[in-house]
Structures are given as structure tokens and as C-alpha cells.
């Protein structure tokens, strides 16, 4: 794809090379990287209008773990998968069909640990051409496909928490309401975490709330 030919915004623009110049993580090496307990998800961003979109999905019915939960598009690693950055588009285009080309990946972030001790990648990319997105559901894995403003998870505007003991020690887990499709999507627990951490480090600014999430998710950004 000839990115060069696409309207990108100042503002896209801006943020992209900013984020591009954050101690994103490299690659493991692949002695590292090939373990049955990790495994990436994609946080795709793409513009429209003067707002910035996350893509994101609710969870079919039918699946054996996180069932009709909102999640980031991803997945386990393969054990053909190269790396990070291979698990999280394979994963999105078997998903949702999204074209790994047409994605520009900027970042790749430090694990957070998930039920089952499993280390989830989020890995960032820019959506340059959203026309060219034409979603495709697997629909044994997603029942729904949904957008929603990425700045929303810095903002104390619909979102609700709940204070709770999880592993030794009282953390905050956060809900946040996003209406779409007709039906209001509720965004919680890890992936609230990962788009919340996402969002400060692309914004670089802090929540305006605390975020006091399990240590044992990503002790990086739990002192947000």
C-alpha cells in the first residue's frame, strides 16, 4: 500500500512519531518468544473526523474462555509466528479480517499478565485507510465489532470502578460504557488496563482517575 498517497492529519502525524520515540520494547529473541503462555493483541487506531478510534470486539457466546466479553483483537502465539507483531495482525485478520498491510505498526509494549499467567503483548498500529478496512467476523470467535474514541479510557466520563481484593493487595477495576451498534459495550478488567496504559503513553498525559490496577497485571504501569 502507498501510505504516501493517503490524507494523514498533523495531529495523527504528531502522536505516531511520538509514540514511535517511546522505549517501546524490541522483538525477543526467539528462544524467549516461543512459549504456550504468551500472547499479543492489536491496538489499531485510525482517525475519523477530528477523533481517534480504537477497534475493538465482543467476544462470541461460545467461547471457552472470556465469553461475550469486549477484547482487543488477538490472541496466542502460533508456532509459526515470528514475533509479537506477527501473533497480533494474524490474529486480527483471522478475527476480523483486517489486512496485516494495512496496518503501520508503531509500538510494541511490555507485557501485562493475564488469568492463567499468560503475558499479553499489546502491540500498536496506525490505521492510515480506514475505506479499505471492510471487517469480516469469524463468527465462532467475535460476535460484534465496535469502535470507540481512544482518548475515552483518559477520561472519567462513563466509567464506573470497583474496588476489590485480587491477589493480596485492593486494586481498582474500571468499567467504562461505550454505546454502539445499538447496544451499550462495556470495556473492563485487563483490556481496560491495556487501553488505558495505551492511551496515556500515545497521549502522554495521565488518567483523571487513578488507576491502582493488580500489580501483577504490569507493575510498570500499576503506579499510574
Not at 509514540?19 to 504468551?38: H, M, Y
Request: some cysteine.
Amino acid at each position: 500500500m502507498d501510505t504516501n498517497t493517503l490524507k494523514r492529519s498533523h495531529k495523527l502525524l504528531h502522536l505516531t512519531h511520538r509514540v514511535r520515540q517511546l522505549n517501546s520494547i524490541p522483538p525477543l529473541p526467539s528462544q524467549r518468544f516461543k512459549t504456550p503462555n504468551r500472547a499479543a493483541v492489536l491496538i489499531c487506531l485510525f482517525e475519523q473526523g477530528d477523533d481517534i478510534f480504537v477497534i475493538l470486539t465482543k467476544r462470541s457466546s461460545t467461547m471457552t474462555s472470556f465469553s461475550g466479553q469486549v477484547s482487543l483483537p488477538g490472541g496466542r502465539t502460533d508456532e509459526g509466528d515470528a514475533d509479537d507483531v506477527h501473533t497480533a495482525l494474524r490474529e486480527a485478520e483471522e478475527e476480523i479480517g483486517l489486512d496485516p498491510e494495512l496496518v503501520d505498526v508503531i509500538a510494541v509494549f511490555e507485557p501485562f499478565v493475564s488469568k492463567g499467567n499468560v503475558y499479553v503483548v499489546p502491540v500498536m498500529g496506525i490505521l492510515w485507510n480506514k475505506q479499505a478496512f471492510n471487517p469480516v467476523l469469524n463468527a465462532q470467535e467475535v460476535e460484534s465489532i465496535f469502535y470507540a474514541p481512544f482518548d475515552m479510557f483518559l477520561k472519567d466520563e462513563n466509567r464506573r470502578q470497583e474496588e476489590r481484593e485480587f491477589q493480596g493487595g485492593k486494586c481498582l477495576f474500571h468499567y467504562f460504557d461505550h454505546e454502539a451498534n445499538n447496544q451499550v459495550y462495556v470495556i473492563w478488567a485487563i483490556t481496560a488496563a491495556i487501553l488505558i496504559a495505551a492511551a496515556s503513553l500515545f497521549y502522554q498525559r495521565q488518567p483523571d482517575f487513578e488507576l491502582r490496577m493488580p500489580k501483577t497485571w504490569n507493575r510498570k504501569y500499576s503506579r499510574l
